[in-house]
């Protein structure tokens, strides 16, 4: 299990964002997820909605995309769950509803940490916010208040994106974040404002981000001051 994603607390978050955001909503969605890694999170989100649409995951890691498509044989959902052993940023552009991830979004000097799959840049932003460049209608993604944040919502402004909906919730450091030399590195991007945390806690948000086009309220400067609270 070492060389997968693992952190049931912050992948149930994850699969929580799914179901209120895209599942409920949309139930005939096509969807793309970046990162799936044991696809745990939509498995359990599918099994427990009813849902025709499509998703097609892609995963970087062998092992736990292994593990992925053999849940999904085990659930009958592969109709519905179809992920890639490839990076999304390397594939043709898939036409979708939603775009779907809960990033890498680990800040550190480079990407030599535990597990280099969840490096997010120096500053933790940068996945996130190629995810927000593009293109798609609709993007759900889990943005940290310790990989500067506010960058990820102007960027998002910068692309023609409205916050319609986000939830907080509050994380304790785990194994990832503890490590010595991300944990010093987010220590110095709280001095320039770039990472926010209190204690042993910092803040995740699911956000759902939407094109102006399809949105209905703008919530960018309620989460900007909900996630830079700590
Ligand atoms: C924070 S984990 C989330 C895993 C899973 N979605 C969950 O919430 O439990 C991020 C995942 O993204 C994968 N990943 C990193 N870079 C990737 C890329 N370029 N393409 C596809 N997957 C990638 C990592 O291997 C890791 O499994």
Known sequence: MKDIFFCPEESNFYSNCLENFVLRNSSDAECVEFGSGDGSPVISSL???KFEGVIH???LNDSACKVANSTIDEYNLTEK???SNSSLFESS???ADYLVANPPYL???DEDIYMPLLFGGVDG???TNELLSLGYENVVV???SYSNPKSTIDHAKENG???SNFTILPLKFGYYSSEPKVKKHIEELRKHKMAFYSGDYYFLAGVLFQKDSAREVDLSNELTQAITSL
């Open 107 to 109: 800040p550190a000097p």
């Open 125 to 127: 932003a940068s996945i």
């Open 93 to 95: 552009h898939l036409e």
């Open 81 to 83: 769950y179809v992920i």
């Open 47 to 49: 099994l427990r909605n």
């Open 142 to 144: 889990l943005v940290s």
């Open 161 to 163: 994106y409205s916050v």
């Open 57 to 59: 995951g892609f995963e």
